[in-house]
């Protein structure tokens, strides 16, 4: 049996935190939501979540950070940027890091929802790697 998929949220804005929580929670996916990029650093196991959703622009560690970070230690859990930066330099900054998507504020939940889906999808295999049954 598989397990049911763990979504990461990682902003510093409590609102925006509680908006993607609540949608989450419409499309019956788990997520845990962090304030901080270190935060979720603090409880981060390869293989615990199966997709992480961030800001760029957050005190401590950015977003970008956070995903040089994980692609440093070889993560490869699917990062999906939301930010309300749109400098072509941030975007480029964070595909060329290996960010899933990049996308503006305000995000339509069918936007987000198309991407986390395909990002879901595409992470069949644990960020440490290993098949996920």
Do not use: N, W
């Not at 940027?81 to 939940?109: C, E, F, M, N």
């Amino acid at each position: 049996m598989s397990k049911a998929p763990l979504v990461a949220i990682v902003d510093d804005d409590e609102a925006v935190r509680e908006a993607l929580s609540d949608l989450l929670l419409v499309l019956e996916l788990s997520c845990r939501t962090f304030d901080r990029a270190e935060a979720f650093m603090a409880e981060y196991v390869p293989g615990r979540f199966d997709c992480l959703i961030t800001d760029v622009s957050m005190p401590g560690h950015s977003g970008l950070d956070l995903l040089q970070h994980l692609r440093t230690i070889g993560s490869r859990i699917p990062v999906i940027i939301v930010t309300a930066d749109t400098t072509s330099a941030t975007r480029s900054r964070a595909i060329h890091g290996g960010a899933h998507a990049y996308l503006t504020k305000p995000v339509s939940s069918e936007a987000l929802l198309g991407h986390l889906q395909s990002a879901l999808a595409g992470s069949r295999c644990g960020d440490d790697g290993r098949e996920v049954s």
